[in-house]
């Protein structure tokens, strides 16, 4: 258990029932221990299960190797009568998200792989990295980034510098 403890540090808050590679594939199937679970909408804790279901995440890859995690979760009522939602399904902190197919440590080197290659030839590339996801994660996963912040340059050009001076490098007129 300690060699799971420092291969995969993120499953500290889940219950890891068995590691075992099927073909190229590391699987990790794990269980969620906490006995509570928060509504996303109104914060209220629900003990009350409404029913058991696997998700199935993906995750940084292993030695080289693709990492499945198959983890069981559960989708709880929410017995707050003022609350919109009327059950919810469970997020581990730091390892699942709504709708993301992907553990939490994976879609940040996925959008460095998008941004720098795009969709189709970033996808090939996850697939020699051990992470294969679509082309169509790739790029939902670039267009959930924020907007690069744009940054005052703070070397300017001669050109720039003799403008803000006011001073032209122009050429002289043509005479004749
Ligand atoms: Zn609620």
Redesign the pocket.
Same mark, same amino acid.
């Given at each position: 258990m300690e060699l799971l403890a420092v291969v995969f540090p993120h499953l500290a808050a889940v219950r890891v029932e068995r590691v075992h590679r099927v073909g190229a594939t590391v699987r990790v199937k794990a269980a969620t221990t906490e006995p509570t679970s928060e *509504?996303? &909408? *109104?914060? *209220?804790e629900?003990a009350r299960v409404r029913s058991r279901y696997e998700r199935c995440l993906s995750d940084l890859p292993v030695a080289g190797q693709e990492v499945l995690l198959q983890m069981r979760v559960r989708r709880f009522f929410?017995?707050?009568t &003022? *609350? &919109?939602?009327r059950t919810?399904a469970e997020q581990i902190p730091g390892l699942t998200s709504r709708h993301g197919p992907c553990a939490a440590g994976l879609p940040s080197m996925l959008r460095t792989v998008a941004l720098a290659l795009g969709g189709r030839p970033g996808g090939r590339h996850t697939a020699r990295l051990a992470c294969a996801v679509g082309r169509s994660t790739l790029l939902r996963l670039s267009r959930s980034m924020p907007d690069p912040q744009v940054a005052t340059p703070r070397v300017l050009g001669v050109d720039e510098f003799a403008w803000r001076k006011g001073h032209t490098y122009a050429p002289p007129p043509a005479t004749g």
């Open positions: *509504c996303p &909408a *109104c914060g *209220c629900s929410c017995d707050n &003022a *609350c &919109a939602k919810f």
